[in-house]
């Protein structure tokens, strides 16, 4: 039984950070793609950080030097490091695991900057 188990998420002022973390189990981890993506309210889910097998790393525009992926297979866990956070960022953020012809999701934790 595949499980991404997203934390980390909360309530933070603007400017402050956050650090989410997906724990994965029942797959091969260090096999899958990591990414994170986020959706808010009436809006499509759209990718924020992705990091392959090997560790490349790739980012959307609107967080590129604020946001940080990273990987830990030993822990099977993908980290993001969320720094300099705007009420834009505001968001259910959903942590996905890919490989060829599969994908897999966790249940997403909300994310909100408010001040």
């Known amino acids: 039984q595949v499980q991404l188990v997203e934390s980390g998420g909360g309530l933070v002022q603007p400017g402050g950070s956050l650090r989410l973390s997906c724990a994965a189990s029942g797959i091969s981890f260090s096999f899958y793609a990591m990414g994170w993506y986020r959706q808010a309210p009436g809006k499509q889910r759209d990718v924020v950080a992705s990091?392959?097998?090997?560790?490349?790393?790739n980012y959307v525009d609107s967080v590129k030097g604020r946001f940080t992926i990273s990987r830990d297979n030993a822990k099977n866990t993908v980290y993001l490091q969320m720094n300099s956070l705007k009420p834009e960022d505001t968001a259910v953020y959903y942590c996905?695991?890919?490989?060829?012809?599969?994908?897999?999701w966790g249940q997403g934790t909300q994310v909100t900057v408010s001040s």
């Open positions: 990091i392959t097998k090997r560790g490349s790393t």
């Open positions: 996905n695991a890919g490989a060829p012809g599969i994908n897999y």
